[in-house]
């Protein structure tokens, strides 16, 4: 006999499967035999009762059949819990049933009294159940004796569900122990989950805290919207004492965070928004078994549109990125999650004809978004050429290789610096807007333009630079005590990004709704709490007054786009402000000839041209903008 076979034997052999299947035959045995002995017992003149025998052997396959049949064995003692109960109780009640066809159809019932049939389910479920409820119970509450390293008192802050299933992990380690519960529902008051308390509302936890001698707060909340969040981390803040928390269920689903996985509390968790509903039905019809086109696809926005695209399945997924290690660091991490994926990646400018030609040509995308572009503020204002060159040039470079091939949803990604640009950066999005807008009327591709604003971690905005200025002790430089942005994060505005994509029609400028602005100052304190410190104590904040071309507020509307809703809740709709496409044409000619002979005055000039009200500002001192309505 082959080795691998004797050793898949000998494996079969002592399987713990094996031995729950014979546990539980050998409780269907006791549950039969115990029940004929009540049942007999209560003659005047008791009957012996066979132990083994044909009818015992019926009852023995037909309810292993049962058990077999109704899934008992795919659970683990381990987590037995009432699924596992509800099966049992099945398994007896269907069994008990055939049982008495088989002993029927045997010997007409004649050595069976009735009653037995009907006790035996309710002794076959305490046989099977107790011992599995047993087992449980010991792994769960056993003390490892051996174990030298010392546990944590630890305070949990909710006891919903999330609260209950985090305990009930904490009690299997021997890292933490749970002293309580605090938690705002009444109807929770004075009671035990798994045998701790829930001690009283949140709003006391710096008492509750100080009373059980608490050494770390764990927060158990996923479903808290962020006021909820921002108020919690306040009085955890207030107690002095380490906390974390779980993740967010959409964290959870998207696969970037494991269930029950404790972690600090990022600014994400307080500036975010709640959960956006998105139309995931239309989504994949206009992505799955497509073949898509991202550039800057190892950039924030990009990597992540290249995660959730693969993750939609799409039928191949090219990615065109100049940086190099950006590139392969997305590339490595696309393969391994999604290893039947049809991926490329190719190193290569968007602003250069011969990488996009041959891109084209070889993939034939169906889908492109554009999301290369140099996006740094105050480093673009004195560098026009590279602004024009990349943020310009190479969407129309781009944008012409979709409409000659014959791409089907062209979707650029802009932002809302390009709304009454005051920076260089401003203006050269907001003129790759006007021409994917113009082109749209006039090819088959849907050309499409989504604008949003700050993005919270992606590279070169605030929240790395402060969390570095934090990590090396301060201080953190703010530009403006009033300056304040719109935020949302990557994942959010990705899923938005592709929620506008399946909506256009074409010619579209999309916004997305961004919220609340939040002021960076509040911002800065908030990460230099998060990082255990007090702002203004431990780590300074220091002022340097505002940079060449930034703004002190954020517009996401202009007056004259008259923006009206869309059927999504979250993105908004701009009427486009038309260029002549003969002007359009003549002057990013003059642009491409500016570009190549490297002549800025004349770049100004063509910029002037087509944006008329944009104003150069080589200095620091930036336009306060004032609020546009936001449509209702």
Known sequence: MPPSL??????????????????????????????????????????????????????????????????????????????????????????????????????????????????????????????????????????????????QRVLVLGAGRAGEALVRDLKRENRYRPVGFVDDNPQLRSSKLHGIPVLGRIERLPDIAREVAAEMLLIAM???????????????????????????????????????????????????????????????????????????????????????????????????????????????????????????????????????????AEVRPEVVFHAAAYKHVPLLQDQLRAAVRNNVLGTRCVAEAADRYGTECFVLISTDKAVNPTSVMGASKRLAEIWCQNLAARSRTRFITVRFGNVLDSAGSVVPLFREQIRAGGPVTVTHPEISRYFMTIPEACQLILQAAVLGQGGEIFALDMGEPVKIAYLAEQMIRLAGKQPGRDIAIVYTGLRPGEKLFEELFHPQENYRNTRHAKIFLAQPRSVGWELLNAQFARAADAVASYDEEALRRCVSSLLPDFRWRDGGDADVVVFAPRPS
């Not at 660091?329 to 999604?338: G, M, T, V």
């Open 6 to 151: 004797v050793t898949r034997l000998r494996i079969g052999l002592f399987h713990p499967r094996l031995a729950v299947v014979l546990h539980d035959l050998a409780m269907v045995w006791l549950a039969w035999i115990a029940t004929n002995l009540l049942r007999y017992s209560l003659l005047p003149e008791p009957q012996p009762v066979p132990w083994v025998s044909i009818e015992v052997g019926i009852v023995l396959g037909v309810q292993g059949l049962v058990l077999w049949w109704t899934g008992l064995y795919r659970g683990l003692w381990r987590f037995a819990s009432l699924p596992d109960l509800w099966n049992i109780l099945r398994a007896g009640a269907i069994g008990s049933l055939l049982i008495a066809l088989a002993l029927f159809l045997y010997n007409r019932l004649g050595t069976v009294p009735r009653a037995v049939l009907l006790l035996y389910p309710a002794v076959l479920v305490v046989c099977l159940g107790l011992p599995r409820l047993a087992y449980r119970y010991w792994k769960d509450s056993r003390l490892d004796l051996f174990s030298t390293s010392p546990t």
């Open 222 to 360: 996923p479903s808290a919207s962020n006021a909820q969040m921002q108020r919690v981390v306040e009085l955890c803040e207030l107690t002095g004492l380490p906390f974390r928390t779980v993740p967010r269920l959409d964290d959870v689903v998207a696969g970037r965070s494991q269930f029950n996985e404790l972690k600090e509390v990022a600014i994400e968790d307080l500036l975010g928004r709640d959960p956006v509903t998105l139309d995931w039905t239309a989504i994949r019809n206009g992505l799955t078994g497509r073949r898509v086109l991202i550039t800057g696809g190892g950039g924030s926005i990009g990597a992540e549109l290249c995660r959730q695209v693969a993750r939609l399945g799409a039928a191949s997924l090219t990615v065109l990125e100049q940086g190099e290690y950006n590139l392969y660091r997305i590339d490595q991490e696309l393969r391994a999650d999604y290893p039947d994926l049809l991926l490329q990646a190719r190193i290569g400018d968007c602003g250069d004809p011969v990488i996009c030609e041959r891109v084209f």
